[in-house]
């Protein structure tokens, strides 16, 4: 009798990389396929699927690789365990930027054997992707694919005046390009970028970047805005301004002044030594702001850690890189403790074991979203661990 193998994912543009891998999978014996679920999609994505679930499953059916397929009845990452805990297959098959350790230990709990597939395309093709089909259609996951987002990378919550009033200090940016799929409610500033979106749907406006920071921030903190929050203006600075970025703030929204840094030895050093690990988004019920404990003490110890940062990464020092971008996050989550609730500690945990990452810190308010690593070396990294998403900086160049 055939093995029955398993494999999952979305599978909502599909394109002959799906076939070929499909065709790969099967090669292990008779092939089961997993479908995520609209719900699932929209909830960990971020955003609705092109082909609604009943549509995709009829398709992914008629492929003949496929001895059936179903719609994953589960949530999250894993969504896919009620339909592997129904079929029982003896292996389950995944593409290298889709394996992870917690679908390896799925397997090794059931007793299956776990393949991992580099992505390849069929002799004579070209390679796809769904990212960058999409990308080509200009319908990205959160808009056009040309318009950047940002990374923090010391100085969270010190744009918020009700911080810095405490004691001022330096907020921290990094404008990436958006060479990954930019999940919603994941810490990088998806709600700024969606804003941007109503007003340059496909690109940002060549002009000032710091002028163009502050219409963006003025536009999406209108007067009129129900919810009576102020985005902190990091998020739009650090989507429009390239290169890494500081800015001052001293008990007001707008920064006093700002210091660029757009060396390409340092942004290169930057690139070989953060990642970015996918952790499930911050829950729509999360308000990372119970139980802040806002002290002096403690919003000096942020400004020092983002000093520490700016004058270690022009050094291009990683062990005192590492250390002041610990120190910052230690410093936020003694501000904001809720930060780390939900997905987050299990991902810190876990990571924080390997000898090659010297630090960490969740992109903007926390709660769930990315997990940002200082790596010795990203493509090593990433190579070892193929969850690892490497960043690129926004060069001035990339308008």
Same mark, same amino acid.
């Given at each position: 009798?055939?093995?029955?193998?398993?494999?999952?994912? !979305?599978?909502?543009?599909?394109?002959?990389?799906?076939?070929?891998?499909?065709?790969?999978?099967?090669?292990?014996?008779?092939?089961?396929?997993?479908?995520?679920?609209?719900?699932?999609?929209?909830?960990?994505?971020?955003?609705?699927?092109?082909?609604?679930?009943?549509?995709?499953?009829?398709?992914?059916?008629?492929?003949?690789?496929?001895?059936?397929?179903?719609?994953? @009845?589960?949530?999250?990452?894993?969504?896919?365990?009620?339909?592997?805990?129904?079929?029982?297959? /003896?292996?389950?098959?995944?593409?290298?930027?889709?394996?992870?350790?917690?679908?390896?230990?799925? !397997?090794?709990?059931?007793?299956?054997?776990?393949?991992?597939?580099?992505?390849?395309?069929?002799?004579?093709?070209?390679?796809?992707?769904?990212?960058?089909?999409?990308?080509?259609?200009?319908?990205? @996951?959160?808009?056009?694919?040309?318009?950047?987002?940002?990374?923090?990378?010391?100085?969270?919550?010190?744009?918020?005046?009700?911080?810095?009033?405490?004691?001022?200090?330096?907020?921290?940016?990094?404008?990436?390009?958006?060479?990954?799929?930019?999940?919603?409610?994941?810490?990088?500033?998806?709600?700024?970028?969606?804003?941007?979106?109503?007003?340059?749907?496909?690109?940002?406006?060549?002009?000032?970047?710091?002028?163009?920071?502050?219409?963006?921030?003025?536009?999406?903190?209108?007067?009129?805005?129900?919810?009576?929050?102020?985005?902190?203006?990091? /998020?739009?600075?650090?989507? !429009?301004?390239?290169?890494?970025?500081?800015?001052?703030?001293?008990?007001?929204?707008?920064?006093?002044?700002?210091?660029?840094?757009?060396?390409?030895?340092?942004?290169?050093?930057?690139?070989?030594?953060?990642?970015?690990?996918?952790?499930?988004?911050?829950?729509?019920?999360?308000?990372?702001?119970?139980?802040?404990?806002?002290?002096?003490?403690?919003?000096?110890?942020?400004?020092?850690?983002?000093?520490?940062?700016?004058?270690?990464?022009?050094?291009?020092?990683?062990?005192?890189?590492?250390?002041?971008?610990?120190?910052?996050?230690?410093?936020?989550?003694?501000?904001?403790?809720?930060?780390? @609730?939900?997905?987050?500690?299990?991902?810190?945990?876990?990571?924080?074991?390997?000898?090659?990452?010297?630090?960490?810190?969740?992109?903007?308010?926390?709660?769930?979203?990315?997990?940002?690593?200082?790596?010795?070396?990203?493509?090593?990294?990433?190579? @070892?661990?193929?969850?690892?998403?490497?960043?690129?900086?926004?060069?001035?160049?990339?308008?």
């Amino acid at each position: 009798m055939a093995k029955k193998v398993f494999v999952s994912g !979305c599978y909502d543009l599909l394109h002959s990389g799906h076939v070929e891998f499909f065709r790969q999978a099967a090669e292990y014996g008779d092939l089961y396929v997993g479908i995520g679920s609209d719900e699932t999609v929209l909830h960990y994505k971020g955003h609705k699927t092109l082909y609604p679930e009943h549509e995709r499953l009829f398709m992914v059916k008629s492929i003949r690789y496929v001895k059936d397929a179903f719609i994953n @009845q589960g949530s999250g990452v894993l969504d896919f365990l009620p339909t592997l805990d129904m079929l029982k297959p /003896d292996v389950l098959v995944v593409n290298s930027d889709g394996a992870s350790a917690e679908k390896e230990a799925v !397997c090794k709990e059931r007793g299956m054997e776990y393949v991992v597939l580099e992505r390849t395309p069929h002799e004579g093709m070209e390679a796809r992707s769904s990212t960058s089909l999409k990308a080509s259609l200009g319908i990205g @996951q959160n808009g056009p694919s040309g318009l950047p987002t940002r990374l923090d990378l010391a100085g969270t919550w010190i744009d918020q005046p009700y911080v810095s009033c405490m004691a001022p200090g330096w907020a921290i940016t990094i404008s990436l390009l958006p060479t990954f799929e930019i999940r919603e409610r994941c810490g990088l500033s998806t709600s700024t970028r969606n804003q941007i979106k109503r007003i340059w749907p496909f690109q940002l406006p060549n002009m000032d970047p710091e002028m163009l920071a502050r219409l963006v921030f003025c536009f999406e903190n209108s007067p009129e805005r129900e919810d009576g929050i102020i985005s902190g203006a990091q /998020d739009a600075i650090g989507i !429009c301004i390239p290169g890494l970025c500081r800015h001052y703030y001293d008990n007001h929204f707008w920064p006093e002044r700002f210091e660029h840094c757009n060396d390409k030895r340092v942004l290169d050093w930057l690139e070989n030594h953060i990642c970015l690990i996918p952790m499930d988004p911050r829950s729509p019920d999360c308000n990372v702001t119970t139980g802040k404990d806002i002290t002096k003490e403690k919003v000096q110890r942020l400004a020092q850690a983002a000093d520490d940062c700016w004058k270690a990464i022009l050094d291009m020092d990683f062990g005192a890189f590492a250390q002041a971008y610990r120190a910052s996050f230690n410093a936020q989550t003694s501000l904001f403790p809720a930060m780390i @609730q939900g997905c987050v500690q299990p991902f810190i945990d876990r990571y924080s074991q390997y000898a090659d990452v010297h630090a960490w810190k969740m992109p903007g308010a926390g709660g769930g979203g990315y997990l940002a690593l200082v790596v010795e070396d990203t493509n090593t990294f990433c190579q @070892q661990h193929p969850e690892g998403i490497p960043i690129h900086i926004r060069r001035s160049e990339n308008n």
